[in-house]
């Protein structure tokens, strides 16, 4: 009987053991996958990050390129500006960088749409930017302001920099 009453205390005990280390190793297991699902979360977030960062460098280099090779592209701007004002019967004035005004004067003269118009040359602006004013109101075309419009709605606030690739003939 003593021997039996012993193992069975031993076995009891064994058993007892067992199931506390279990719980143990199961706490850390647990912890290691809380621990290894959090870096996980980290790292998702710098990749995300990271790409959004490249696509606003890849659309900073696209800008340059469409602002050096096809100045024509400002007028698109302003005709959204201009709808976006809907002020066809009111008296506007559009105001472009000087190297602007330049290439797009023969679509200016030859666009009998846009006669309400009245153009001008503003030297405080950059290439690729426009200033749509009507009234009391100003549609700001500015490359930069659309650059930061952009941004927040991606939740992000980067500085457009330097896009230009020609400057004006001072």
């Known amino acids: 009987h003593r021997v039996d009453r ?6 009891i005990r ?3 053991y067992v199931k506390s280390e279990g719980r143990q190793q199961s706490g ?4 290691l996958l809380v621990s290894a699902e959090h870096g996980l979360v980290i790292i998702q977030h710098q990749i995300a ?6 696509a606003c460098d890849i659309a900073r280099q696209v800008i340059r390129r469409e602002v050096a090779i096809n100045p024509v592209s400002t007028l698109a701007v302003v005709r959204e500006a201009l709808t976006s004002l809907g002020t066809e019967s009111r008296a506007v004035t559009v105001r472009l960088h000087p ?12 666009n009998k749409s846009l006669s309400y118009v009245t153009w001008q040359v ?8 426009c200033m749509v004013e009507s009234g009391n109101t100003t549609v700001d075309g500015t490359l930069g302001s659309r650059w930061k419009r952009a941004l927040a709605r991606l939740g992000m606030d980067s500085p457009l920099g ?4 020609y400057t004006s003939p001072s």
């Open 49 to 54: 990050q990271t790409v959004l960062e490249l």
């Open 14 to 16: 064994d058993r007892d």
């Open 28 to 31: 850390r297991m647990e912890s």
């Open 6 to 11: 012993r193992q069975r205390q031993m076995c």
């Open 122 to 129: 503003d030297n405080t602006l950059q290439p690729g930017d």
């Open 162 to 165: 330097d896009c230009l690739l």
């Open 99 to 110: 190297v602007d005004y330049e290439v797009l004067t023969l679509h200016l003269r030859t």
